[in-house]
């Protein structure tokens, strides 16, 4: 969704010539790879009805949580960090050889698609890629400390940053890694043409905002895909996914709608929720960047009171229990390192709430302009309404438009979105707090605030490399932001997802994307 800092989207012209290419090319990418089959997959053909894919397929450009389902298919990452704890992936150990360099040990048996070998050139080449400063990369500015990336042998990186970065591990889970050869002989639009990784499936064709088509690889490190072609068609709409999967024109449709899960289940279909590492959360945006006069919510009496107005359990047992977790005053879950268990969200208390508002001079209430979402957050629409009613009790009468994800996502960029804004904050992929804890720090140019005992808390907590010491900070910084009330969390995003009967071997990660490349048909 919306909350990578510091995103730089890629030149429109770039994008669209890009998709263009893509879209032109794929009637000949087909028969790009190579074809051999260890052995005859157990399932022909699956489809995925998804909401959405990948704005482009190099996944160095788009930091969308949402772009995961496709990228996951083609590409790993040295580790994941799903429950905020670092797993190997192609990387299979790390440590720090001293308090500024993470020293990774990699896979010594994997190569791309192309048959290239995935070695420490591929990482450096990746990273350095991204950290270019002339470069484009969505990602560059999860890395601000990182001053270079060194080859100490084939199977051994070190990433070297200016202090210690205690959170730079879970962070390298955001970086899908690429083939230096392939790309540096192809270049970057024929990359996004005919894109290569080292994940369970390989690239057949690409259709933007329509389609992307894969096949299973035999010759998978983790094991050949059981999947001979996979498909994953944008379908938007929930009754479009649920349609799909219940004619059969798809085996699994991703984040269908909850009322529709008594009659699914009675036809056979199976039903798998996972908590996204996403919360959406009421955000104030007031700072002085911002294009837009935030009037009376800079006054920080008028952001508690609104979330004493705000009726956080309320929401989350009429709305999304028990398909989501309510958050805790938190802009991250209980998944995410660094999550304080004993906070609680700021008490619900009407008669507080006016009182607050008449100190700060706005006893009579008053009216502000909300960006609400339409397709991109569970239960949006309800939240908002739910919102309209509660802060109505107080007097504050809410200017709503309902935006498209394309909009929702230009007035965000533009910093002309709010003062008030219903949003997806992200963890994920990282689930590390740091990863949105960044946001309320001055350097910020999505900045959300600017105050000097925070950022001096931050820089500690990043330096910290005991994981219980830092844990602490990061729960000092937590408890502020909570107190200057940058946003009300409501809740924990939930991807409910229905799989056809006799399906098997699915696992649903909490970022969007799953894996499927040892599914059965039974």
């Keep these: 969704m919306a909350t990578s800092d510091r995103v730089t989207k890629l030149n429109r012209r770039s994008v669209l010539k890009m998709a263009v290419s893509g879209a032109a090319a794929a009637s000949t990418i087909a028969g790009f790879h190579g074809r051999t089959r260890a052995a005859t997959p157990k399932i022909a053909k699956l489809t995925v009805a998804a ?185 938007p709409e929930p009754a479009t996914r649920l349609a799909a999967v219940e004619s059969g024109e798809a085996q699994i449709a991703v984040v269908v709608p909850p009322e529709q899960l008594g009659r699914l289940k009675s036809k056979g279909f199976q039903i798998q929720t996972v908590n996204i590492g996403q919360l959406l959360v009421v955000h104030f945006r007031f700072h002085p960047e911002a294009a837009l006069d935030a009037g009376p919510i800079k006054d920080r009496r008028v952001r508690r009171a609104l979330a004493h107005a705000t009726d956080v359990a309320g929401i989350h047992r009429a709305l999304v229990a028990p398909h989501a977790r309510m958050a805790q005053c938190q802009i991250y879950g209980a998944d995410t390192f660094g999550f304080n268990p004993t906070m609680k969200p700021h008490a619900y208390d009407v008669g507080r709430a006016r009182q607050l508002l008449a100190e700060a001079g706005f006893g009579q209430g008053f009216t502000v302009h909300m960006d609400s979402s339409s397709g991109m957050f569970f239960r949006e629409k309800e939240v908002t309404e739910a919102l309209l009613t509660q802060w109505g009790k107080v007097g504050v009468k809410l200017e709503v438009d309902y935006l498209e994800s394309s909009r929702w996502m230009e007035k965000w960029f533009a910093t002309k979105s709010g003062p008030v804004i219903l949003n997806g904050w992200n963890s994920a992929p990282a689930f590390d707090a740091e990863f949105p804890l960044v946001f309320g720090t001055c350097g910020s140019t999505r900045r959300l605030m600017c105050n000097k005992a925070y950022d001096e808390l931050f820089v500690k907590q990043q330096q910290a490399l005991n994981p219980d010491e830092r844990r602490q900070i990061i729960w000092q910084l937590a408890e502020l932001l909570c107190e200057e009330v940058l946003h009300i969390p409501l809740y924990e995003q939930p991807s409910i997802n229905a799989l056809a009967k006799g399906l098997s071997g699915i696992k649903f990660n909490p970022e969007w994307s799953m894996y499927l490349h040892k599914a059965t048909m039974g």
Excluded at 65 to 74: D, P, Q, Y
Excluded at 125 to 154: C, H, Q, Y
């Design 51 to 235: 909401q959405s894919l990948p704005r482009t397929i190099d996944p160095n450009y788009d930091s969308n949580l949402g772009a995961s389902l496709g990228h996951r298919f083609l590409f790993d990452t040295l580790v994941t960090a799903f429950g905020g704890k670092p797993e190997p992936q192609l990387a299979v150990s790390w440590q720090n050889v001293n308090p500024t360099t993470w020293r990774f040990k990699l896979r010594r048996d994997v190569k791309f698609h192309n048959g290239e070998p995935f070695t420490a050139e591929s990482v450096k080449f990746t990273m350095d890629r991204i950290l270019d400063p002339n470069g484009k990369s969505a990602w560059k500015a999860r890395f601000p400390s990182v001053e270079r990336v060194n080859v100490v042998d084939d199977s051994t990186i070190d990433i070297v940053s200016r202090a210690p970065n205690a959170a730079l591990v879970n962070v390298m889970a955001t970086i899908w890694m690429q083939p230096a050869k392939y790309f540096q002989q192809v270049g970057e639009v024929k990359f996004n043409q005919a894109p290569v990784g080292t994940g369970p499936f390989r690239f057949k064709e690409w259709r933007p905002d329509v389609f992307l088509t894969m096949e299973g690889h035999a010759d998978y490190w983790g094991g050949a895909s059981t999947v001979g072609e996979l498909t994953v068609r944008a379908m």
